[in-house]
């Protein structure tokens, strides 16, 4: 029951971004899968400042209620903003890190409705198919 209200509390104050980079200090493999794809290189589609409406799907942060820390479809675009649960202890514990707000993508019903939320629609470049990762590991 401690953990349920910890992770209320967590999830209600703390909507802290820590940001791709920080994700990476410890998932370095990921971190290079993920530089690999267009989620990584969002900032080359605007020849300038995106408005915040882009922002909702082409950035990680609030946007397009608040502000976006990078305009980029980051780590945290799709797990969820990381203070909460991100160090190594809690990130360790799925269940733990789950109930501090990390969303679980390995589900696949959580990752079509994360997924679904920027691709209603067919991408430019390939047709959304939510069974398959966005950022396969090559090891």
Partial sequence: ????????????SRRDWTGTAACGACHPKE???W????HANTRGRFEGKP??????????GDAPAGAAIAVEVGCE??????????????MRDKPVAVALGMVDLA???VRTSVCNGCH??????LPFDPSI???QLRL
């Fill in 1 to 12: 029951m401690m953990i349920a209200t910890l992770a209320s509390a967590a999830i209600a």
């Fill in 31 to 33: 971190l290079a899968a």
């Fill in 35 to 38: 530089q690999a794809t267009p």
């Fill in 51 to 60: 408005q915040a409406a882009c922002l909702g799907c082409h950035g990680t």
């Fill in 77 to 90: 675009a799709c797990h969820g903003a990381g203070a909460a649960y991100a160090e190594d202890d809690l």
């Fill in 107 to 109: 589900q696949p019903g």
């Fill in 120 to 125: 209603v629609r067919r991408t430019k470049h």
């Fill in 133 to 135: 990762s966005p950022h």
